[in-house]
Nanobody
Framework: VQLQASGGGLVQPGGSRRLSCVVS?????????????IAWFRQAPGKEREGVSC????????YSVDSVKDRFTMSRDTAKNTVYLDMNSLNPEDTAVYYC??????????????????WGRGTQVTVSS
């Protein structure tokens, strides 16, 4: 499974940004994007990578960490094999490299790196005036 994240850039505080994650090469025969859980992680300078949001296969479960759950929303467009992360009310603490990841699993709590086998390269989001 290959993932390609994009959409990062410079955003002013209070602004919004949409990140995209295009997914391809599904390993499970007959599977589609709908079957996979997708998660977004981020890594700020000098900090460990943290799980931000996830959505399970067929959107059965969703989870976002407290720091973003009222501001970030994930959505899935199966026809485009793309998952989005819509980020609103951005603040400087959201500055990080954002990564998308995929696997066949549930989404019951904060996504953990060890649970996801497939990763895309990151996209930098910088929130600054």
């Amino acid at each position: 499974v290959q993932l390609q994240a994009s959409g990062g850039g410079l955003v002013q505080p209070g602004g919004s940004r949409r990140l995209s994650c295009v997914v391809s090469g599904f390993t499970l025969e007959g599977s589609t994007l709908d079957d996979y859980a997708i998660a977004w992680f981020r890594q700020a300078p000098g900090k460990e990578r943290e799980g931000v949001s996830c959505i399970s296969g067929h959107d059965r479960e969703r989870y976002s960490v407290d720091s973003v759950k009222d501001r970030f929303t994930m959505s899935r467009d199966t026809a485009k094999n793309t998952v989005y992360l819509d980020m609103n009310s951005l603040n400087p603490e959201d500055t990080a490299v954002y990564y998308c990841a995929a696997d066949l699993l549930a989404c019951w709590g904060p996504p953990r790196q060890s649970e996801y086998d497939y990763w895309g390269r990151g996209t930098q989001v910088t929130v600054s005036s």
